[in-house]
């Protein structure tokens, strides 16, 4: 069954910063691949996706990630963090059709000032 | 701008007490699924339903809990009898396109505390 790892529970930056979330999934072929986040109270809202072609992918926000099939990854980034970025983000990965979305156990980001 | 509405937004009760939460999918959309989370566990998938049929509910405790689609805009999740354990935040998602690669589009969860 396929699996998503997010190894960071907390991070920490400092406003301004860069910032890169790791994600790595577990699965034989090309997944399909998101990123959520979640502010403090709210549902979930889409960043971006990765279905094929580009591995570089741009989303909302100013966040882009990479899809990288040798390290089997999809790490989230930013070149530099906003306070309003505090948030947990999540990584999920869904296969093809018949199965469902599997939801990395998120990662919390913390913005200083 | 369409939007996934979910009611109650916020529920105590106490344990035993039947709970009913309630779910409206952005319109057109014809997938709905529900999540629960926790600290402990995360976020986890309990049901979710495509074109109104149930398709998987094996994450849901299946004494207590059920998941119903009456119709294409409302879905709802009762737990009969709540327990203390069952104390969560609990998420709608809607989507349209195949399960697995279609963007879910989640409401802002009900919030429920079992005493």
């Known amino acids: 069954a396929q699996s998503v790892t997010q190894p960071d529970i907390h991070i920490t930056v400092s406003e301004g910063a860069s910032l890169e979330l790791r994600c790595n999934y577990s699965?034989?072929?090309?997944?399909?691949l998101f990123w959520y986040v979640q502010s403090p109270g709210q549902g979930l809202q889409l960043l971006l996706k990765?279905?094929?072609?580009?591995?570089l992918v741009q989303g909302i926000k100013g966040f882009e990630a990479e899809f990288k099939r040798s390290q089997s990854s999809f790490n989230l980034r930013k070149p530099s963090v906003h306070w309003s970025d505090a948030a947990e983000y999540f990584c999920?990965?869904?296969?093809?059709?018949?199965?469902?979305?599997?939801f990395g156990a998120g990662t919390i980001l913390r913005v200083k000032s | 701008d369409a939007r996934v509405t979910q009611t109650p937004r916020h529920k105590v009760t106490e344990m035993g007490q039947e709970v009913t939460m309630r779910c409206q999918p952005i319109?057109?959309?014809?997938?709905v699924f529900w999540y629960r989370q926790t600290m402990m566990q995360g976020l986890e998938l309990l049901a979710y339903?495509?074109?109104?049929?149930?398709?998987?509910d094996s994450g849901m405790p299946k004494d207590r809990f059920s998941a119903e689609m009456p119709d294409a805009t409302l879905a709802t999740l009762k737990i009969q009898p709540s327990e203390p354990r069952d104390s969560a935040v609990y998420f709608c998602?809607?989507?349209?396109?195949?399960?697995?690669?279609?963007?879910?589009?989640f409401g802002p969860g009900t919030r429920l505390l079992v005493l």
């Open positions: 998602a809607s989507g349209k396109g195949l399960v697995g690669q279609e963007t879910q589009y």
């Open positions: 699965y034989g072929a090309t997944p399909y």
């Open positions: 990765y279905f094929s072609g580009d591995t």
């Open positions: 999920a990965v869904g296969l093809e059709y018949g199965n469902k979305l599997v």
């Open positions: 319109l057109g959309h014809n997938t």
């Open positions: 339903f495509r074109n109104r049929a149930p398709l998987d």
